[in-house]
């Protein structure tokens, strides 16, 4: 198919040659697509204020023989209000990032591409990006089916968690991020977790 449409999330984006942008777009039924936006450099470029990294866009594509071509490209969601606050901003890139290495080329990918768009979603509208973040490594684990029965550890290196923070890990798991938001978690257990859902994602690179 030489004309594709799909909606995506723009996960990388660096230059290319002097007037031209690669970009990374994570859509939902395709996967990672890799395209070229020809002269997006440019100041009077058609994709100034469209095409920039974590924005939601409609893209037109084209299936070139060597190469794909962004044509079209309109943004249906930009997250103003991480982009204002660093620390939530360097979470919602690491959350692309981490997304980006999982991900492959031409599979559908749907439900990884919810959770992200839902990740971005949520840094965007609450506070603590610190859960968000950890919320959606758990999240993400799940899908990439690298998630451990969280009560069945005994065997594993992971039988030293406590239950209480278990319970946080179920929580997190199966609860939406309006809710996630609302928990409480000791700086003891809070420590515990960032090295518990690392362990849990290196499985996956």
Not at 64 to 84: A, D, K, M, Q
Not at 120 to 138: D, M, R
Not at 186 to 196: A, G, H, V
């Amino acid at each position: 198919m030489r004309v594709q449409k799909t909606q995506g999330i723009i996960l990388q984006m660096y230059p290319r040659g002097e007037k031209d942008y690669s970009v990374t777009i994570f859509s939902p039924l395709f996967g990672k697509i890799k395209a070229y936006a020809r002269g997006a450099r440019r100041m009077e470029s058609k994709f100034t204020g469209h095409l920039d990294l974590l924005n939601v866009c409609d893209f037109e594509l084209y299936n070139g023989p060597h190469s794909t071509l962004i044509t079209e490209c309109n943004v249906i969601g930009s997250f103003s209000s991480f982009r204002e606050q660093l620390p939530k901003f360097y979470l919602a890139t690491e959350s692309a990032k981490m997304t980006n290495r999982c991900i492959t080329e031409n599979e559908d990918h749907l439900n990884s591409y919810k959770l992200l768009l839902e990740t971005l979603e949520a840094l965007n509208t609450y506070g603590k990006e610190e859960i968000i973040f950890e919320a959606f490594k758990i999240k993400l684990c799940e899908i990439l089916g690298l998630m451990p029965d969280l009560y069945s550890l005994s065997q594993t290196e992971f039988h030293n968690l406590s239950l209480r923070l278990k319970k946080v890990l179920k929580f997190m798991l199966e609860k939406p991020y309006c809710e996630i938001v609302n928990l409480s978690i000791p700086q003891e257990d809070s420590n515990d977790l960032k090295k518990t859902t690392q362990q849990f994602l290196a499985f996956s690179y």
